[in-house]
């Protein structure tokens, strides 16, 4: 018994060490750096910034595209979520309800752009999009968003759909239920999750893209992740990139929890099995 209480404080110690390391580190030292104060340095062997201020939050407010970057990341993602839950949904509907030949093939070849680097996904996008005449940026990148996300929303909503009871529906079905009837009695409380958290999982991953929006946007439609690579390039800005940065990754991880806290409220979960 000491033995399996020694290992369990041992392990647990572990995972606290790695996520200390793995999140908390590198999120003190972006915030760290992001109130340094524009006119002091932070250097070996300071341990701390001399002098801490949020000028350079203002600045960057003030005198960079931010606010357009976050304005243009910030309306896509929602789109672009909603899109793909809609053109995934008939998809993942046939994969986890249906049996016809070649649906492996075609599983897999749903999955497809996963597999590919998403720069070459972007370069033939967008090389595509200018042969067939379409030049709207906007347009442009939520269509390579929904591209280059669906397969994530396919195999989600997968899951979610073969785990529907069949005596459910087959029992809806015979009492006369309508099909509304049977969708909001089988379906919908099973689905429910997998539809959380398909949109949610593209929302942020089309906030975070960047191959595609640099690819298709640049120089005049910019994002927010655009805004942190040019701070990551030729000329570092540590301080710069540091702002971005929680600018970019707060908001999601508050996403994140929320919905966390959504799956574990009553009535969020419902266990399913095809029966």
């Not at 006369?176 to 991953?205: E, Q």
Request: glycine fraction near 6%; avoid cysteine; aromatic fraction near 14%.
């Amino acid at each position: 018994m000491m033995q399996k209480s020694s290992v369990r404080f041992l392990l647990s110690s572990l995972l606290a060490l790695v996520l200390v390391l793995w999140l908390a580190v590198p999120f003190g030292m972006a915030l760290l750096w992001s109130i340094v104060d524009p006119g002091t340095s932070w250097s070996y062997p300071d341990l701390f910034p001399k002098q801490l201020s949020f000028r350079r939050w203002a600045e960057m407010w003030e005198t960079t595209s931010l606010p357009i970057a976050m304005r243009n990341s910030y309306t896509l993602a929602p789109i672009v979520a909603v899109i793909t839950l809609l053109l995934a949904t008939p998809t993942a509907y046939a994969f986890g309800r249906l049996d016809f030949r070649g649906k492996a093939a075609a599983q897999m070849l749903a999955l497809l752009p996963l597999v590919v680097p998403s720069f070459v996904i972007a370069l033939f996008f967008t090389a595509l999009l200018y042969k067939i005449g379409v030049y709207n940026k906007f347009g442009g990148i939520v269509l390579g968003h929904v591209v280059l996300f669906l397969p994530y929303a396919i195999r989600i909503l997968t899951v979610s759909f073969s785990q529907v009871r069949e005596d459910l529906v087959h029992a809806a079905r015979d009492l006369g239920a309508s099909r509304w009837a049977r969708f909001s009695a089988a379906y919908l409380p099973v689905l429910k999750p997998g539809i959380f958290a398909a949109l949610v999982i593209v929302f942020i991953l089309s906030i975070e893209e960047f191959a595609i929006s640099f690819t298709l946007g640049s120089p005049d439609f910019t994002t927010v992740p655009t805004i942190l690579y040019s701070y990551l390039g030729y000329n570092f800005v540590r301080p710069n990139a540091a702002v971005v940065s929680l600018i970019l990754v707060v908001p999601n991880v508050i996403l994140m929890l929320l919905f966390e806290r959504l799956l574990k409220s009553d009535g969020a979960v419902t266990m399913g099995g095809k029966g």
